[in-house]
């Protein structure tokens, strides 16, 4: 087996089952490998510590996928990980309520790069590093394997691999059906009894944020009878939650005309539940701007969602990032009722949930606004959080109310 000797005193981070490896760690690669294979790593007393995958094209060189010397990386080792995957799923596998999550969460669940979701039949994918590339057709064969042993539905795997993270790994961007047949172009989903229609070809991500389903349905408590504003809209799916909840009204916003038309239809799928005979309003437009618009024209909300797009995508964005969470939070307590909710969300990992906290504490003082965090919100269930990875935690979130 190729070796990667890491420099002196850098094992502590791999000893403490930290999944990567970044360059400046490696003191060299002891012998000749193509990247993406599999490698071991020792210390450089010659100690062995962990095996994985190298890719040199990556600041992070190696992502380790096991620390027993024993375990042999193959067909095996695929299906162990996607089979304890799955089990850890169990509960929502067996609840007709909900049949969209995530069946596998790349590094929290012991498989780096791999993305593996579900929606209703259909599996959608992606593989964001080398390593998992190289390892596609056994990869494919066993998630089908195992999501026939678990008594899943599977009508087909389709690839979403269509995401700038690959470019960091030297791989091109790809779609495509990976086994079975083409999922059609919306597929329907059921969220905690809710119906959906998702574009897995196209949309966001996998086509629905499935990390944001216990938030929904937490924040939902919080809407009956109000005037309900939903930021960063997408395809809905707060809307529809905030509509089964009794709200008396929902704007949505968003940049997309299409979103916003996917979200008029998933209001249609489901029994509207509003005080207000015309409580649904749909506006296309920038979300900073149009939330400064409401606030020139004096309009006020009961409640205010805002879950935005990833602002931080380098540690050279983030002070940007923070002012623009800020600022965005700024002007949502400006427009707030007192009493008011806001459900306020970012999903940049380099935004730590202290951090954040930090964010809404400027924004209040900023908006003269006495704010109280109700709620912490993270990630959904079915997105676990490995424990020696902090980075595996991106999703954070607060319902506060302003006064």
């Known amino acids: 087996m190729v070796q990667v000797i890491l420099k002196p005193g850098r094992e502590k981070p791999v000893c403490q089952h930290h999944p990567w490896i970044?360059?400046?760690?490696?003191?060299?690669?002891?012998?000749?490998?193509?990247?993406?294979?599999v490698v071991d790593v020792v210390a450089s007393d010659g100690t062995w510590l962990a095996r994985g995958t190298l890719n040199r094209k990556s600041q992070i060189v190696v992502r380790l996928l096991t620390w027993k010397e024993e375990e042999a990386i193959g067909e095996t080792f695929w299906r162990s990980r996607l089979e304890r995957a799955l089990?850890?799923?169990?509960?929502?596998?067996?609840?007709?309520?909900?049949t969209a999550y995530r069946l596998v969460n790349a590094e929290s669940d012991g498989v780096p790069g791999l993305i593996v979701d579900r929606y209703g039949d259909w599996l959608v994918t992606q593989f964001l590093t080398l390593g998992v590339e190289r390892w596609k057709s056994e990869i494919v064969g066993?998630?089908?394997h195992s999501t026939l042993q678990a008594n899943l539905p599977c009508k087909g795997?389709?690839?979403?691999?269509?995401?700038?993270?690959?470019?960091?790994?030297g791989l091109p961007q790809t779609t495509g059906v990976l086994a079975g047949d083409e999922p059609p172009d919306l597929v329907e989903i059921r969220e905690n009894g809710l119906r959906?229609?998702?574009?897995?070809?196209?949309?966001?991500?996998?086509?629905f944020y499935l990390d944001q389903r216990d938030n929904r349905r937490k924040v939902a408590v919080y809407l009956h009878g109000r005037d309900v504003l939903n930021g960063f809209a997408y395809t809905g799916a707060f809307a529809v939650y905030?509509?089964?909840?009794?709200?008396?009204?929902v704007t949505n916003v968003d940049t997309s005309a299409d979103a916003l038309e996917l979200a008029r239809r998933n209001a249609e799928l489901n029994p509207k539940g509003l005080t207000a005979p015309s409580g649904l309003e749909y506006v296309v437009g920038d979300v900073f701007a149009e939330l400064r618009r409401f606030r020139a024209e004096g309009r006020l909300f009961d409640a205010i969602i805002l879950d935005p797009p990833k602002f931080a995508q380098s540690d050279q964005q983030l002070k940007r990032a923070a002012r623009g969470y800020q600022d965005i939070n700024r002007v949502?307590?400006?427009?707030?009722r007192p009493g008011g909710v806001l459900a306020t969300f970012s999903c940049s990992g380099l935004v730590s949930p202290d951090l954040f906290q930090k964010i809404i504490f400027s924004a209040s003082l900023e908006a003269e606004r006495d704010v109280q965090i109700v709620e912490k919100l993270g990630q959904s269930s079915d997105h676990p959080i490995l424990a020696t990875s902090p980075e595996s935690e991106y999703l954070k979130g607060f319902i506060c109310r302003v006064w």
């Open 22 to 37: 970044f360059s400046g760690a490696v003191a060299r690669v002891k012998g000749n490998v193509t990247d993406g294979e």
């Open 87 to 98: 089990a850890g799923r169990e509960m929502l596998t067996s609840n007709g309520e909900t």
């Open 142 to 144: 066993q998630v089908w």
């Open 157 to 169: 795997v389709y690839e979403r691999s269509d995401v700038d993270v690959r470019a960091k790994e």
């Open 196 to 207: 959906f229609l998702v574009d897995v070809k196209r949309g966001h991500k996998t086509g």
């Open 242 to 249: 905030a509509m089964s909840a009794g709200a008396k009204s």
């Open 332 to 336: 949502a307590m400006n427009i707030l």
